[in-house]
């Protein structure tokens, strides 16, 4: 299969895993292109749970030897963007706690980077009626010039997708 393929030409070598034993998480550390990075899967409480944050930073092995990239069901946002223009914005702990990690680590919103005044939604409330923007994809900012571009898909299969 083609991913079967990518896979094996993706020159990334695995040093460790760590999973979550509640499924919120995995953790895998290696080299991407002999360069160290820690990559992080992320599904987080549909609540506002710093603490699951917090925690789940502390874990991370040695910023300051390898490369961060982060993706996934964040279930906050971090900008007035991230949701349909009626919603009221306010930054939940969660998104604080978050923001601080990637401020202090110099960690970048890919997509906002490369679309500042873009709206793009990943969840619809049907009791709500707004959107939100609860995937993301962060990225070292000393590996932004690896990427030549980066779009976000409109809700079509996903946990988020529930009409």
């Known amino acids: 299969t083609w991913v ?23 953790l895998v550390t290696g080299r991407l292109h002999n360069t160290p990075v820690i990559l992080l899967n992320v599904y987080a409480p549909n609540w506002d749970d710093s603490s699951f944050f917090t925690a789940l930073f502390t874990q991370l092995p040695n910023m300051d030897t390898h490369h961060f990239i982060m993706g996934g069901d964040m279930n906050c946002n971090f900008s007035s963007l991230d949701c349909s223009p009626s919603s009221p914005f306010s ?37 709500h009626k707004t959107y939100s923007r609860m995937d993301y994809f962060f990225l070292d900012m000393h590996l932004l010039h690896l990427v030549t571009g980066c779009e976000y898909q409109a809700i079509v299969i996903s946990d988020h997708a529930q009409w």
């Open 91 to 127: 930054l939940s702990k969660s998104a604080r706690a978050i923001k601080t990690f990637l401020d202090t680590y110099k960690i970048i919103d890919i997509w906002r980077f490369h679309n500042p005044t873009s709206r793009s939604y990943s969840f619809f409330s049907q009791v």
């Open 4 to 26: 079967g393929f990518l896979l094996k030409s993706v020159p990334f070598v695995m040093s460790n895993v760590e999973a979550d034993p509640t499924g919120r998480y995995i």
